[in-house]
């Protein structure tokens, strides 16, 4: 059976052709031009978040050297904390300044007792007995240079006796507790904390 469309009405052949065309187009729509399309689509997202991650590099990188400033500062601050309490290492030497100076304000230290050393959670405080014989004028130069320490010394307990017998360069008896502070490199963590964490862990 031969068919053909030049036997058909003018109409029919018009219709023909029409569906012929829509088939066409819906074979180059699905089979072409939707792939390409969602290619592009999913290239044009990815597009989008790399900007976005350009953007987010870029106002990072505007803000580095502020992020620099800061680190700098405080690492200054670091330095100044160390230059207030010392580590561990300097604590006795700093220590035995302290009674170098008590000499040097005419003082006779009759004990110098280190007790023992008391751990916080960043630092560790370490006290001295001290038992000094000198005047009231002499002891007041000595705690104004200590006062006058760049590290930190407290001084605690003070107890002034005047003597019962005085003399030109002994009129009194003073004990106190003289207290420096060591910064810790690794800070102390209660046994109660650590077992929190191991917990959570």
């Known amino acids: 059976m031969n068919f053909s469309l030049t036997k058909l009405p003018w109409w029919a052949q018009i219709c023909a052709f029409m569906v012929l065309a829509v088939a066409l187009v819906a074979v180059y729509y699905f089979y072409y031009e939707a792939p390409v399309r969602e290619d592009f689509s999913q290239r044009q997202h990815q597009l989008t978040l790399l900007r976005a991650d350009i953007t987010k590099g870029m106002t990072t990188a505007a803000k580095l050297p502020e992020f620099r400033a800061q680190v700098a500062d405080l690492e200054s601050?670091?330095?100044?904390?160390?230059?207030?309490?010392?580590?561990e290492k300097d604590a006795e030497d700093l220590l035995r300044r302290m009674q170098t100076v008590a000499v040097q304000s005419n003082l006779t230290i009759k004990s110098f007792k280190p007790a023992p050393t008391v751990t916080k959670t960043l630092h560790a405080e370490w006290p001295i007995q001290l038992e000094l014989e000198g005047t009231y004028h002499n002891f007041a130069i000595f705690a104004d240079r200590v006062g006058k320490f760049t590290r930190i010394i407290n001084i605690t307990g003070l107890d002034l006796k005047g003597r019962d017998k005085p003399s030109a360069n002994l009129t009194m008896n003073a004990s106190c507790v003289a207290t420096t502070f060591v910064l810790l490199d690794k800070p102390n963590v209660p046994k109660k904390e650590k077992g929190a964490a191991a917990k959570g862990a």
């Not at 601050?77 to 580590?87: I, M």
């Open 77 to 87: 601050r670091l330095q100044n904390l160390k230059a207030v309490l010392p580590d």
